[in-house]
């Protein structure tokens, strides 16, 4: 989901301004107007006009050139704007005054409230790499704060990648201000729940924490903690039994609650009992493919017919389909991974790098506009080569780019 952000700098301030757009795009840009009060729309146009307060557009004929100083054409669509732009010249109105420059800018974004954990799983990214260049720690409030006061439009946050969201000794304080300022939190990168407090998980409902995908790869603490070592099995499902007390307390149906069986050769055979488990909790149970490109089920017909997945190896569904898939690439557009510290990730796969700019100093829009996102975005959808000058570029030593180079597969309906 995006937000389409109009350049105000552009604009002088007490501007009287004739807007043209009624869709999703107008209706954002009037209400930075009116909530803002920068400037001043005298005129509200749109060929579907509600006869109110949106009028149709032939009714600039009646305007005269002193009633208005600027025209907008709230339309991200570039052909509908042309279009719009010649009716409105049609009309009398000068092309000098007419602005549409519109762009886009997501609504959704993830920023990690953690990147500190207490288990030692296998084949963890960061215990294999000591936790990176993103460090060991967490989102202070004072940020989180921040950031959300300064992008109104930001709708919702992605809490979890790297770490523990848990591990957060502000996390109360976070849910708190998100909800006071209506903005929906998730950890659906997945938690493992295995140290939390009481207070936290009932904050977690008082709050409203929308959803959150819990990672419990087997269905006993030995088939379990033979990868996420350092785990609980036995605390995992108590913590979600306590946070169904709090729901039933509250009447709430939030936090939503996502039971995430990654398959892998050591716990195939608890799927069965993993489902069963699942449903004594009254919670969803999705069955993932382990990232391990080598995996080669044991199970193929048991595994098919309990997890309803077509394909249980990630090298099948590129060799069935021609695609990549658990596909990140598109969080560059739709919701981009940010450091606990500001740090512009661009997707939940970054550890080993960053795009040389922070988000809590320069805030988002500048953040994704700057010069090494912009690259990354146009080498992402095959709009250009690697460039020579690779650093603070992540996507050039990430595994999927390779591949897509590889495999000519580029991402092709991304603004």
């Known amino acids: 989901m995006s937000y389409h952000l109009f350049p ?37 146009l749109d060929k579907k006009a509600d006869g109110i307060l ?103 946050i992605e809490l979890s990648n790297s770490g523990e969201i848990f591990l957060n000794p502000d996390l109360i304080d976070i849910l708190k201000c998100a909800f006071e300022n209506k903005v929906e939190l998730t950890a659906n990168g997945g938690v493992n729940f295995n140290t939390v407090s009481n207070e936290v998980i009932e904050a977690l409902v008082v709050y409203n924490f929308r959803s959150m995908k819990i990672a419990i790869d087997g269905a006993s603490q030995k088939v379990y903690s033979e990868y996420r070592r350092n785990g ?3 605390t995992v499902i108590s913590n979600i039994k306590k946070l169904n007390y709090f729901k039933n307390k509250y009447n709430s149906e939030y936090p939503k609650l996502v039971w995430q069986y990654i398959i ?67 969080q560059l557009w739709e919701s981009p991974q940010i450091n606990y510290d500001g740090r512009l990730l661009g997707c ?6 960053d795009f040389g700019v922070n988000v809590f ?31 603070n570029i992540p996507c050039v030593n990430c595994g999927t780019f390779k591949t897509m180079k590889k495999e000519n597969i580029f991402i092709r309906s991304r603004a």
């Not at 501007?15 to 840009?29: C, D, M, P, W």
């Not at 909790?281 to 595994?303: A, C, H, R």
């Not at 939940?348 to 790098?353: E, F, G, I, P, T």
């Open 8 to 44: 105000f700098d552009k604009v002088p301030k007490n501007s009287r301004i004739v807007l043209y757009g009624a869709g999703n795009v107008g209706k954002q840009f009037y209400d930075q107007v009116t909530e803002t009060n920068f400037c001043e729309i005298v005129l509200w």
């Open 54 to 156: 949106i009028k149709k557009p032939e009714t600039v004929t009646s305007l005269n050139a002193t009633d208005y100083d600027i025209v907008v054409i709230a339309i991200y669509n570039e052909t509908i704007m042309l279009e719009v732009k010649t009716l409105l010249m049609n009309y009398g109105i000068s092309e000098s005054k007419i602005i549409h420059h519109i762009h886009q800018i997501p609504s959704c974004v993830s920023i990690e409230a953690s990147t500190l954990c207490q288990l030692n799983c296998k084949t963890c990214y960061m215990r294999k790499s000591n936790s990176g260049t993103v460090g060991k720690g967490y989102l202070k409030l004072n940020d989180f704060k921040k950031f959300v006061l300064t992008h109104k439009f930001i709708t919702k």
């Open 232 to 234: 609980n099995f036995d």
């Open 264 to 330: 892998m050769e050591h716990n195939e055979n608890e799927v069965s009992k993993a489902k069963e488990m699942a449903k004594e909790l009254g919670i969803e149970l999705i069955f993932k493919l382990t990232w391990d490109w080598g995996y080669i089920p044991k199970n193929v017909d048991m595994l098919k017919k309990e997890t309803g997945l077509q394909y249980l190896a990630r090298k099948e569904i590129l060799l069935a389909t021609g695609k990549i898939p658990y596909h990140l690439c598109h």
């Open 348 to 353: 939940c796969a970054v550890y080993l790098d």
């Open 361 to 391: 100093e320069v805030g988002l829009e500048r953040a994704i506009n700057s010069a090494n996102y912009i690259t990354a975005k146009k080498m992402l959808k095959g709009e250009i080569d690697t460039p020579k000058d690779v650093r």
